[in-house]
């Protein structure tokens, strides 16, 4: 049996929760669905640090927090909510009512910061389509820009998507330790199971410009 290691599996936590978004689905109750933490982990994820990014602590003011995105490519244009951990160690994901924002996990890296920076957005909730409804359509090499709370706008190059099994998602592939400047786009895709969820995630691979 595959055992992460220690660093994985305070990596996997937060991506595995966040991604099992039930709330994609049109008929969701509350868009804040996620599963348990995995077995053997009881504790909240560390959030990406200096050893992880090979930047020394203390060594820069606090990152600037992003406040929006945007796609010109698909029109998309959103503000960006903060997004933590519920209080069962599970990651937040944007309320149904509120499924034209997206959010940015702040448990992960800063878009701009070294580390992967994720976004996380609903494909659809019970309102109808949601910000992240059209991310399919992304093509490689598309922009996207994320404005920070200090108003500088920084740009990231599509390099890659990637549709996975909610049951075999690639965790270091998306969250593991890196020292680029990455982001990830994630959201529900694929068919819906019993429940009317979707049994997938549209992952979108992009590096700072």
């Not at 936590?13 to 053997?40: H, K, M, N, Q």
């Not at 680029?180 to 199971?193: K, M, N, Q, V, Y």
Request: aromatic share 6%; proline share 7%.
């Amino acid at each position: 049996m595959f055992r992460p290691s220690s660093s994985l599996r305070r990596a996997a936590l937060p991506l595995l929760a966040c991604l099992f978004l039930a709330g994609c689905s049109s008929d969701a109750t509350d868009g804040t669905s996620a599963p348990a933490p995995l077995s053997g982990t009881s504790t909240a994820p560390e959030r990406t640090g200096a050893k992880e990014t090979g930047k020394p602590e203390g060594s820069r003011p606090a990152a600037a927090a992003p406040v929006r995105v945007g796609i010109p490519s698909l029109g998309i244009d959103s503000e960006l909510m903060r997004l933590g951990l519920n209080q069962d160690g599970t990651v937040e994901v944007p309320p149904a009512e509120k499924g034209m924002t997206a959010g940015w996990y702040t448990g992960g890296a800063t878009p701009g910061e070294p580390g992967a920076a994720v976004i996380i957005g609903h494909n659809d909730t019970r309102f109808g389509k949601a910000v992240f409804h059209d991310l399919k359509k992304i093509a490689k090499g598309a922009d996207i820009a994320v404005r920070n709370d200090r108003g500088a706008e920084l740009h990231f190059r599509v390099t890659g998507t990637e549709t996975v099994s909610k049951k075999a998602f690639p965790t270091e592939k998306v969250y593991g330790a890196t020292r680029a400047r990455t982001l990830r786009l994630i959201t529900c895709d694929g068919s819906f199971d019993a429940q009317g969820h979707p049994v997938d995630n549209l992952i979108v691979y992009a590096t700072r410009s």
